[in-house]
C-alpha cells in the first residue's frame, strides 16, 4: 500500500515538473513564438514629471 502511495506521489509531481516546462517548453506554450524584448508593451513606462503627493494612492 505505501509503495503505491509513493508511486502516485512521484507521478504526480513527474506530471507538475512537465506541465511547468522543467523537460522543456511548456505544454501551454506550444505553437507560440515569443516577442523579441523590444516590442514588450513599450508604453507601459511612461516618463514625466513625478506625481505630487496628493495624488499618489495608498
Known sequence: MRFLLTLAVIANLALLAYG????G???AE???TP???SQRSQQ???P???LPPE???R
Open 55 to 57: 495624488f499618489t494612492t
Open 25 to 27: 517548453p511548456p505544454p
Open 30 to 32: 506550444e505553437g507560440r
Open 35 to 37: 516577442r523579441p524584448l
Open 44 to 46: 507601459a513606462l511612461v
Open 20 to 23: 511547468q516546462g522543467f523537460f
Open 48 to 50: 514625466g514629471i513625478p
